[in-house]
């Protein structure tokens, strides 16, 4: 039986394969609140080809392997839950197909409850929301993602669930862009693990030849400008609501 660094590699470079992870120069969704803020040197795309307003690179078994590769993370570093949610949209469909992952896996144990989550757009702007549920969990749950960046989109999801008398207890996503948000979560009590950091991934793709030197710098240059910008914009922000 592989292992689980072994999946980890196979993993990494498939997705860089297939263009789920690519290297250039891209604006992401902080660019739509920070427009001058550096464009990013990597790419991380995780949404599935069917994704409803964005569709990304991952085809059905791609995505059954990314839901695979996050359930063994949480095990890996000890994260117990019965219940699993994924942060919408892009992490909903690895938390749909977590119990078909569990029956690979010839997993016995007590059944996992997937807690269904949405985002609807208002005039407030995108909001994550709990969907009703017969089946209100009292215990922590596990929450899956894509990405972690800055924690934004992971708090508003555990605001919503906590609005709904549910309590995130654990965080896990497949790439740490290594920006801060990890530490963000950390804050609020909350375990958190990824499948990969981005020193991971750089590591491994400029071993096989993928990247070379130049591009690694180039990252490790934007993680420090981008976070000198986003300390820079809070404390204009917070000058300006005095």
């Known amino acids: ?6 999946r980890k590699r196979e993993s990494a470079l498939r997705l860089h394969q297939i263009g789920a992870i690519q290297f250039g120069a891209f604006k992401l969704n902080k660019h739509k ?9 990597v790419y991380v795309n995780l949404r599935t080809t069917d994704h409803p ?22 095990v890996e570093y000890g994260f117990a839950s019965n219940v699993v949610a994924g942060v919408p949209d892009a992490a909903t469909p690895f938390a749909s197909l977590l119990p078909k992952v569990l029956a690979n896996h010839g997993y016995r144990g007590t059944p996992k409850e997937i807690l269904p989550l949405k985002k609807i757009k208002d005039e407030s702007g995108d909001r994550i929301l709990l969907v009703n549920s017969e089946y209100m969990p009292t215990g922590g749950l596990l929450l899956f993602d894509d990405v972690v960046t800055d924690a934004g989109r992971k708090l508003d999801a555990i605001q919503a669930l906590r ?5 995130v207890s654990s965080i896990v996503v497949v790439v740490d862009r290594e920006q801060g948000g990890a530490a963000q ?37 934007y993680q420090r400008r981008d976070q000198e910008y986003m300390a820079a914009q809070q404390m204009l922000q917070s000058r300006s609501a005095l």
Do not use: W
């Not at 609140?33 to 040197?41: E, N, Q, R």
């Open 53 to 74: 307003k964005n569709p990304g690179p991952l085809k059905e078994h791609d995505t059954l392997c990314v839901s695979e590769l996050l359930y063994e993370t949480a």
């Open 163 to 167: 609005q709904g008398g549910v309590l």
């Open 185 to 221: 979560i950390r804050e609020r009590g909350i375990s958190f693990a990824a499948a990969f950091t981005m020193s991971e991934l750089l590591e491994l793709y400029l071993n096989e030849g993928l990247i070379d030197t130049q591009m690694v710098e180039a990252v490790r240059s």
């Open 1 to 6: 039986m592989r292992g689980f660094q072994a």
């Open 33 to 41: 609140t920070y427009p001058d803020a550096p464009l990013s040197p």
